[in-house]
């Protein structure tokens, strides 16, 4: 018996198969599994936020305005962080439609992905927070055009996000 390999996955007795696109074959298991390797983008793709900020007051008093929100996102390894920031849309329903933040997959299941969120402010001293949190991605949710939405967080009402594979 020869060991499993990305050519030929598979135990004793099994059937040796190739592994498909960005998979390896598991040598104890004989099963062809995503690529630890392999890397992955997480995209903000919209969000809904609050009338009013944590505070109570309106976003952007001045001209009665709608927020302009832009998502920083932050993927490990912590060791040498990838970040991206998404350029501001101004409104309570904010879409995005550029890429956000890479990393292997290896690092995306073992350190969380950080998110703070501002209405970008340019002419006072500093933006307001509209949310600050992180995320711990799991395998199963780390797949292809795979959208998903968090619950509720600070002046969020929701957020939703998007993986997609980058190029390897
Ligand atoms: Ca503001
Ligand atoms: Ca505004």
Redesign the pocket.
Known sequence: MTTPTTNACGLNGDLCKQCGQNTVCDASTGQCVRNPQSKWTVSAVRAEVTPL?TNGSG???GDDSA??VFVSLLCPPSSAPNAISTPAAESYAPEWTTLGCTATLHDLTKESVQIVVF???PF?PS??LVASFTMQLKDEIISDQREFTIAPTQALKSMTFRITLAEN
């Open positions: 900020d976003w952007d008093i927020p302009d209405d970008y402010d006072t933006n307001d």
